[in-house]
């Protein structure tokens, strides 16, 4: 499945953004979806993740200010993100399909920048 993210922009501290991650073919089938993201000179760390049961997690940093969820009748897997820190700026990556120890489909990275 090919995987492509958008919504990614400038947005000021304590702004919202709401990034989409559209897939080439129906995720009703994949086990689950996830949110990375990476920071300049960081590495790569989840966001979050729904199952396809619709059961969400989040990385502590974001709880209670992001949540993730997908329409598996149109393929999609959002991101809505609000109350946005500084610390939040980097590329976001779409990901699919859980194979054990990583995902095996991920879509290119939209750019998320947060400032002060």
């Known amino acids: 499945v090919q995987l492509q993210a958008s919504g990614g922009g400038l947005v000021q501290s304590g702004g919202s953004l709401r990034l989409s991650c559209a897939a080439s073919r129906s995720i009703s089938g994949i086990n689950a979806m996830a949110w990375y993201r990476q920071a300049p000179g960081k590495q790569r760390e989840l966001v979050a993740v729904?199952?396809?049961?619709?059961?969400?997690t989040y990385a502590d940093s974001v709880k209670g200010r992001f949540t993730i969820s997908r329409d598996n009748a149109n393929n999609m897997v959002y991101l809505q993100m609000n109350s946005l820190k500084t610390e939040d700026t980097g590329g976001y990556f779409c990901?699919?399909?859980?194979?054990?120890?990583?995902?095996?489909?991920w879509g290119q990275g939209t750019q998320v920048t947060v400032s002060s």
């Open positions: 990901a699919a399909n859980w194979i054990g120890s990583r995902y095996e489909y």
């Open positions: 729904i199952t396809r049961g619709g059961t969400t």
